[in-house]
């Protein structure tokens, strides 16, 4: 049975946390795998001049139950969470909480099955699209275990993701000359060896190397929302940064991240404008939060 596991977005500002203790007033036992990351508690005039001044609405998600396709077992048990555009988003917590499960349901992974809620991307049914419509809609994926592609370079496989990308925005295709000089600037970008893009996708890479090269493919591919799974496990400190500095150099006004993290060190490098947190014992915390200490976020996790 998978555990009782809730999500909430909390901030140090809140009045939920103690002055004394910084520690979050418990509030009652909310849905299990309850997602929120809407402010409760502004007034309407403030709630209503947020709203104006925030970005475009990018992911709405609500109700959002999915299980393992194989055995049924339910595993997401109604998710809300709202994303705008500009927004960087993280969710935090315990092992098995639900967090890969979530990200891999809106690609659209084909182990899932959702079985209730809606997610709507850019306005448009996530639902109903296929996994490869999700990608050419602007979501993109970093996997916690990249997967390897053994026959197919790096290079050609980013060469062939570019152009189908173009070919649906109406625009021509890049020659491999062309697209040499775009990608050889972001390989650098990455500090990555010039060679990884002749290596077959993710064949024989490190843990590291697997991280870069994922964030590589966001870099060349762009996306309006990119979804990074523990982008932070398996990389030492100079490559953690590394891949923030890019990670944090594709952000725009436009665009958002949903990151995956056990670590405040990557909060650190890539700011959260929410932490949503898959807190045990019931705990419902409800708040945005722009400039969180991330130390919060760590007590919920011990
Ligand atoms: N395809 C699957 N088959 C069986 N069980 C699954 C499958 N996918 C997820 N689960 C189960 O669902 C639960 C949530 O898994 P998930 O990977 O989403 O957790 P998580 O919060 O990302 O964990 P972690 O922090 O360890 O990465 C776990 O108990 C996991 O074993």
Known sequence: MAPPFAVAAVSSSSPLFSSSSSRPILRGHPPLGYISVRPRHRSAVASAAATESAGKLLLEVHGLTASVKETGQQILKGVDLT???????AIMGKNGSGKSTLTKVLVGHPHYEVTGGTILFKGENLIDMEPEERSLAGLFMSFQAPIEIPGVSNYDFLLMAINARREKDGLPALGPLEFYSVVSQKVE?????????DRNVNEGFSGGERKR????QLSV???????LDEIDSGLDVDALEDVAHAVNGLLT????VLMITHYQRLLDLIKPSYVHIMAVFGIEVDYDCPDFPTSFCLFFLS
Do not use: T, Y
Request: proline letters at 6%.
């Open 221 to 227: 591919l762009g996306a309006d929302l990119a979804l």
């Open 189 to 197: 970008a990455l500090k990555m060896e010039p060679k990884i893009l």
């Open 213 to 216: 090269n994922e964030i590589l």
């Open 83 to 89: 994303i705008r555009e500009g927004e960087v988003h």
């Open 253 to 256: 006004p436009q665009n958002s």
